[in-house]
């Protein structure tokens, strides 16, 4: 019998341990999976509804360990990788076997190296521990301020809970000049500016994080921004991106890709044929997907090379990027790369004024004929409907789609 060993216990290691228990009809591998944190598999994308008052139990995913043929094991720390013995040490020491290890790693959220980011009240959003911390420093009492450090979708999601179920005075700073910069035009983020100002929530657009600052017992009490402007904060969260947790290379030998990540091919193996790696700490001939279904992909890819029924590898990059914000009020979907569109596409745009903003772009190929990418602000039905018309010839004109 095989011997897998998983380092890592979040959703792409969870898929992967459900496809190899479902299409391991002969039971050919006995698997260990090690989780840093002390919870079970949960779902990292529904963490903002822990934050809005969601019960735990409601993110945890389907358990696996009442399989005989599976031992997952929580609040265990993979510390290094001895490659000539096929072993993992763990923090604590013990030497755990393996004929395959497939590191599912995640990443680490990033912190901004600034005067006064490591102190108390500051808090980073990644994991379960994280969102309960959040959650306790809001409901800790009195006047709380919050400043939230990045307007990309996880940080307005963010602002919005604390805002809204948490009642926290939340300020939102964002360097690029409009909100969600990778997913939005200028335009769609204006109208989702003015949303968000009804709401009360505070925008600082254009303008990056200097400092924080504290108070002589090393507690946060506010911030300045690039400008000097100062805002009072009792809690500060970062929220502005993450990098590839793939610090067991260094002593196994493993390389990296030049923006971090367990450099893998397109079978998500690495140069040792007995170690994979998916999810956010590969980086497939260099690229990070970044994403949970590219990863999902690389788990069943893995899974399939691994009982030899191999699938079709992942793809370099997402195919179809989408992103959707639902806030009180307000719908934003972004979907393809609308900032990376040819000098020949053909740009179609909707604007629908107050009392209630609706606004659409639709790029499309030179004849008209292809949807690339699109932007949708006040159009929920329509997402589904362009979403999966990505890369597809339209069946109907585009201003009919939207309806």
């Known amino acids: 019998m095989n011997r897998l060993l998983v380092i890592g216990n979040g959703m792409t290691a969870h898929r992967l341990v459900e496809e190899l228990r479902s299409r391991d009809r002969g039971n050919r591998w006995r698997i260990t999976v090690l989780g840093e944190e002390q919870h079970d598999a949960y779902n990292r994308i529904a963490l903002t509804d822990r934050l809005r008052g969601v019960p735990e139990a409601k993110l945890t995913l389907r358990a696996l360990d009442e399989d005989p043929m599976l031992e997952v094991r929580t609040s265990t720390r993979a510390a290094g990788i001895d490659r000539p013995a096929h072993e993992v040490v763990t923090a604590g020491g013990e030497r755990i076997p393996y004929d395959a290890l497939v590191l599912a790693t995640g990443a680490t959220p990033a912190r901004p190296p600034l005067p006064g980011a490591e102190a108390r009240g500051c808090h980073v959003y990644r994991t379960l521990d994280d969102v309960n911390a959040i959650r306790e420093a809001a409901e800790s009492g009195g006047d709380r301020t919050a400043v939230v450090v990045g307007g990309g979708l996880l940080g307005l999601e963010t602002a919005e809970a604390l ?31 003015t949303s968000l100002n009804e709401t009360g ?26 400008d000097e402007t100062s805002i009072r904060a009792d809690l500060v969260v970062f929220t502005a991106g993450t990098r590839p947790r793939d610090d067991l290379a260094a002593d196994a030998d493993l390389p990296r890709g030049d923006r971090g990540g367990y450099l893998v091919n397109e079978d998500c193996r690495t140069p040792d044929p007995a170690i994979w790696a998916i999810g956010d700490c590969a980086a497939i001939h260099g690229t990070r997907t970044g994403t949970a279904a590219p990863g999902y992909h690389m788990a069943a890819t893995v899974a399939g090379h691994l009982l030899n029924t191999p699938e079709p590898p992942p793809p370099l990059s997402p195919a179809e990027p989408s992103t959707v914000l639902k806030l009180p009020g307000v ?40 949807l690339q990418a699109a932007i949708l602000l006040g159009h929920p039905t329509a997402y589904p409907r362009l979403h999966a018309l990505i890369g597809q010839e339209l069946p109907a004109p585009a201003e009919q789609l939207l309806t």
Not at 203 to 218: A, C, M, P, Q
């Open 163 to 193: 805002h809204r179920h948490l009642r926290v005075r939340t300020h939102v700073v964002e360097a690029a000049r409009h909100l969600m910069p990778t997913q939005l035009d200028g335009a769609a983020a204006e109208l989702l500016a």
């Open 201 to 226: 929530i505070r925008l600082n657009e254009g303008k990056g994080l200097l400092s924080v600052e504290t108070n002589r017992s090393g507690e946060a009490t506010g911030i300045t921004l690039t």
């Open 331 to 370: 719908d934003v979907a972004s979907m393809g790369n609308p900032h990376a569109k040819p000098a020949d596409a053909i740009e179609l745009t909707y604007t629908h004024p107050a009392p209630t903003p609706r606004y659409a772009k639709l790029i499309l190929d030179p004849e008209a004929n292809t």
